[in-house]
């Protein structure tokens, strides 16, 4: 197969053979922001299938992960109105198992789905923004903004406080689970006691 140009503006093929034999491209995939011990997961299933820990003392529930990344996803589409911006893309780990009361003397091995509970000890996520983007060491990279959170990093064996995150935004962003973030950006703790204040 030749390429021909044709008017300074249009490019024509032209077969030399009967057949057009194509070869596959391999596919691309990206790869996690952070990997190590953590998985893939959604928000739907953060919304739909995670309870939400409490502070014991008081049964007070706490700002539950899917909060904390709607409030993000929020914030970036009021700063950033004219952008492309991303879903999210989230990492879990420290899967907390447990069962509702009804089936709380059932062997493990027989326990239905429905009597199954889950929640996640730390969650990590990110947003891109990929129609603001920066050169770096010849790359093209686009901007980003995520967020950290850790449950073990509360006393939820207490009555309810400020809860702690992790925020940033930047092009090159270290992120671990354990609320270490670095960025070549903004990386702030934020504190707060309620949805509505992250």
């Known amino acids: 197969m030749e390429l021909q140009q044709v008017n300074n503006n249009t490019v024509t093929n032209i077969i030399n053979s009967t057949s057009l034999h194509t070869k596959a491209l391999p596919e691309f995939k990206v790869k996690p922001f952070v990997e190590a011990n953590t998985v893939e ?17 008081d049964n007070e529930k706490t700002i539950a992960h899917q909060e904390f990344i709607e409030v993000a996803q929020q914030c970036a589409q009021k700063a950033f109105p004219n952008e492309t911006i991303q879903p999210p893309e989230i990492r879990v780990s420290h899967q907390i198992k447990g069962r509702v ?30 129609s603001i983007t920066s050169t770096i060491g010849g790359n093209e990279i686009a901007l980003t903004l995520g967020g950290v959170r850790a449950y073990n990093q509360e006393n939820l064996y207490s009555r309810k406080t400020y809860e702690k995150f992790k925020f940033f935004i930047g092009y090159q962003n270290l992120i671990c689970c354990n609320l270490c973030v670095s960025s070549d950006g903004y990386v702030e703790e934020l504190k707060a006691d309620s949805y509505e204040n992250i």
């Open 41 to 57: 997961t959604s928000l739907n299933h953060l919304k739909n299938d995670c309870i939400i820990p409490v502070f014991s003392k």
């Open 101 to 130: 009361p009804s089936a709380i003397h059932k062997p493990a091995k027989e326990l239905l789905d429905e009597e199954r509970t889950v929640y996640y000890e730390r969650m990590a996520f990110i947003i891109r923004i990929p």
